[in-house]
């Protein structure tokens, strides 16, 4: 896969070079391109910013650099682009749609800073390419870098060889195979600790025992949790 990000802020994504998204990368599994918004300026002071028509408070991201952006990384690159644009009016970021943007070939992060993009370029994006509009969450951020970087880690690791033990995939928290519920407790050596026991099940070897014990208890944690993932009845 190839992932491009396009930022006025591009040290965010240094940190993407370590552990396992800067192992995919130095594998090849990911190609990673890092690009400076306003390197597409040509005023003095390399804007990309304006105020907004109509008036009111905060900057607009003016369009003319994104434009150029955007041409510049259709050239590097033949495969089909879909960008992606962090924006707390998107579509919620689930574990589904992780694995919606895992299966395409070219991801393009457009990190919006401001009151955000030019609706033009949006819409000039939706004319030309795959356009996702993607929310964190109900909550602002200052930019759509610290959204990039999230999704681009969860994104990164389910694509295929990037998790040495691919079945700890299909065991994590929203995954399906886990029928989308929160994962169990986990605990490792030493058995006691602070004078707290590991749950005896877990030391007795029985593997049937185990599974059931730990579905009990991703059921419980997300019914106490988190009630919305389970189904209306209270079933899951
Ligand atoms: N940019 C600002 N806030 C955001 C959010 N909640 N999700 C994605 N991008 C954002």
């Given at each position: 896969?190839?992932?491009?990000?396009?930022?006025?802020?591009?040290?965010?994504?240094?940190?993407?070079?370590?552990?396992?998204?800067?192992?995919?990368?130095?594998?090849?599994?990911?190609?990673?391109?890092?690009?400076?918004?306003?390197?597409?300026?040509?005023?003095?002071?390399?804007?990309?910013?304006?105020?907004?028509?109509?008036?009111?408070?905060?900057?607009?991201?003016?369009?003319?650099?994104?434009?150029?952006?955007?041409?510049?990384?259709?050239?590097?690159?033949?495969?089909?682009?879909?960008?992606?644009?962090?924006t707390?009016?998107?579509?919620?970021?689930?574990?589904?749609?992780?694995?919606?943007?895992?299966?395409?070939?070219?991801?393009?992060?457009?990190?919006g800073?401001?009151e955000g993009i030019?609706?033009?370029?949006?819409?000039?994006?939706?004319?030309?390419?795959?356009?996702?509009?993607?929310?964190?969450?109900?909550?602002?951020?200052?930019?759509?870098?610290?959204?990039?970087?999230?999704?681009?880690?969860?994104?990164?690791?389910?694509?295929?060889?990037?998790?040495?033990?691919?079945?700890?995939?299909?065991?994590?928290?929203?995954?399906?195979?886990?029928?989308?519920?929160?994962?169990?407790?986990?605990?490792?050596?030493?058995?006691?600790?602070?004078?707290?026991?590991?749950?005896?099940?877990?030391?007795?070897?029985?593997?049937?025992?185990?599974?059931?014990?730990?579905?009990?208890?991703?059921?419980?944690?997300?019914?106490?949790?988190?009630?919305?993932?389970?189904?209306?009845?209270?079933?899951?």
């Open positions: 896969m190839r992932i491009d990000v396009v930022s006025i802020f591009p040290d965010y994504f240094a940190p993407l070079h370590l552990s396992l998204v800067g192992k995919a990368i130095s594998s090849g599994i990911v190609e990673l391109g890092v690009h400076d918004l306003r390197g597409w300026t040509h005023d003095r002071h390399n804007t990309t910013d304006d105020t907004p028509y109509g008036g009111g408070a905060g900057m607009v991201m003016k369009p003319e650099p994104w434009g150029e952006a955007l041409d510049a990384l259709e050239e590097l690159d033949p495969a089909p682009m879909t960008i992606v644009v962090p707390p009016a998107g579509r919620p970021f689930t574990q589904e749609l992780a694995y919606e943007l895992a299966a395409k070939q070219r991801l393009v992060f457009a990190c800073r401001y030019d609706q033009r370029v949006i819409d000039h994006c939706v004319e030309h390419y795959e356009v996702i509009e993607v929310s964190l969450g109900d909550y602002v951020l200052n930019g759509g870098e610290v959204a990039s970087l999230a999704v681009i880690e969860a994104v990164v690791r389910l694509l295929p060889g990037v998790i040495g033990n691919p079945e700890s995939l299909t065991e994590e928290s929203h995954s399906a195979g886990n029928g989308s519920l929160l994962e169990y407790p986990n605990y490792t050596k030493p058995p006691v600790w602070r004078g707290r026991e590991v749950p005896q099940v877990l030391l007795s070897g029985n593997h049937g025992l185990v599974a059931k014990w730990r579905r009990e208890q991703a059921v419980e944690r997300t019914r106490s949790r988190r009630p919305d993932l389970l189904a209306p009845d209270g079933r899951d």
